[in-house]
């Protein structure tokens, strides 16, 4: 049995990552301990971690780690491992991810919630764990998640546990049922290149720190990243939202209630929209809300790619008393709205048409809209820049797109299958020349007149314009 004080560290370019989950085991618990906590409290508090980051991508599948066969010569996954809990069952199953429940920790909550009323889940972890089982469980009353709390996080958790501080956060991803149907689960991990091992030890015996990997991942999704493709694919009615999606993006409830509403839009003659929102606490406790403003474009099929939905103004109220209200003044730009037109005009455009600008209490849930019409086209390139670019935003290094398939809106995601696939057999065969340390001559590339262009900047910084290099 491992304990929790001797959970592994999973750091950046650490060969042998362990991924062990420590978790005493549900029938390693005492008839007295569980009852002397029944005696003191009637409510559980059930604490669930997931560790992971750059150079440490989470295990998609996790069996494949528990029986070894992940450790394949050339990836970054050599000597992965994970050490079971328990010798009475295996913590995972082949194909369950890092981000699912183990067994351990189900077996966990089900013993709880048969002990306890009432129970509050804590997650403590930066990525979408799977949710779903806290709907098995009538006990379980609240969850709070808490991303990267630090080295004082957790004393702001007392506080909202207890009740002294209402929470206000909102959910800055979409927490869906089942991670291996999103959009990105075939294409996540460390893909490695297969005919390329003569870069591989070159680079090796010149370079010490060098992984022995040469990979790729294909970044299909497009503009589709996050809600954006859940609310485009719900309205193109490729997806059941409800089925799909447990907690939306901007998702996130508090001790009270609050009401919002929205006033008519105000349009300057430079383009700004303005609209009023009130939030009144409607309930009886103190707190604080968030306001999340919305626009959805006009959508030619075939056309520039467009989301849905696109969170394009938020703000957060003071702390209200029960019954008291406050009205926020919410301002974008109309040119916050233009959208890139990658094969077309090659910069942002915003196009003419009705733009449809909603409160939303999420990503998902509308509470009142108004409509903004464009008259005209305006096109966003050198000669008429956006204000807030530092340089024109046009197309660059279009050459360097390379032959893949992109998911598109079109004909309402009809390339979601292909587009969203597991890299080929033949993508794994590089088909260019790679350069690598120990291959690499810096003599036939280099060139002492060449400038890095340098573009003044706000507040006098001096930004180098890696766009148009």
């Known amino acids: 049995m491992v304990l929790w004080s001797d959970r592994p560290v999973i750091g950046i370019n650490q060969e ?6 420590p978790e005493v085991p549900a029938e390693d618990y005492s008839e007295e301990v569980l009852a002397n906590a029944q005696e003191f409290s009637d409510t559980a508090l059930i604490v669930i971690g997931r560790s992971g980051g750059e150079g440490s991508d989470l295990p998609h599948d996790m069996g494949a780690v528990m029986d070894g066969s992940w450790n394949e010569p050339g990836t970054k996954y ?9 010798d009475l069952y295996e913590d995972f199953e082949d194909g369950q991810t890092y981000l699912e429940l183990s067994q351990t920790e189900r077996n966990l909550v089900d013993m709880v919630c048969s002990r306890f009323d009432n129970v509050v889940v804590v997650y403590n972890g930066a990525n979408t764990l799977e949710m ?17 709390a630090g080295a004082t996080g957790f ?12 929470p206000s956060g909102k959910t800055v991803d979409t927490w869906v049922y089942d991670l291996t149907a999103a959009p990105y689960f075939n294409n996540i991990g460390h ?14 015996a010149s370079w010490d720190k060098a992984d022995g990997v040469a990979g790729f991942v294909n970044y ?7 809600y954006r493709f859940y609310e485009t694919a719900a309205e193109e009615n490729v997806i059941n939202y409800d089925e799909m999606v447990q907690y939306p993006f901007g998702y996130g409830l508090s001790y ?17 929209v303005s609209v009023d929102v009130t939030v009144t606490n409607t309930g009886n406790t103190a707190g604080k809300d968030v306001v999340e403003l919305y626009y959805t474009p006009p959508y030619t099929n075939g056309g520039i790619e467009k989301s849905a939905v696109n969170l394009v103004a938020m703000d957060k109220t003071d702390m209200l008393e029960p019954g008291e209200s406050q009205t926020l003044t919410l301002t974008f730009a109309e040119e916050d709205m233009a959208s890139y037109d990658t094969y077309g005009k090659g910069c942002y455009v915003l196009e003419s048409g009705n733009y449809e600008i909603s409160l939303r209490t999420d990503s998902h849930t509308i509470v009142d809209s108004r409509n903004l019409t464009v008259e005209n086209e305006i096109v966003y ?6 204000s807030d670019d530092i340089v024109p935003a046009v197309n660059q290094l279009q050459s360097a797109e390379g032959t893949g398939e992109y998911l598109s809106r079109a004909n309402g995601f009809a390339n979601l299958a292909s587009a969203t696939a597991a890299p080929s057999d033949e993508e794994h065969e590089i088909q260019v020349e790679l350069l690598a340390n120990g291959t690499y001559d810096p003599t036939d590339y280099n060139n002492d007149d060449d400038e890095m262009p340098v573009t003044e900047a706000k507040n006098d910084i001096e930004l180098y314009d890696l766009r148009g290099c």
């Open 16 to 21: 042998g990552q362990d991924w062990t989950l």
């Open 78 to 86: 050599l000597n992965a491992k994970y050490e079971n809990n328990s």
């Open 132 to 148: 779903g089982w806290v709907e098995e469980h009538e006990q379980i009353k609240a969850l709070v998640t808490i991303p990267g």
């Open 155 to 166: 004393n702001a958790l007392g506080s909202i546990l207890a009740g002294d501080v209402n």
């Open 191 to 204: 893909m490695a290149y297969n005919n390329v091992e003569d870069v591989v030890e070159a680079a090796k």
């Open 220 to 226: 299909v999704k497009n503009i589709y990243v996050g």
């Open 256 to 272: 009270t209630s609050f009401q919002q509403q929205m006033s008519d839009l105000t349009v300057t003659e430079d383009g700004s």
């Open 381 to 386: 390139n050198s000669e008429n820049q956006r």
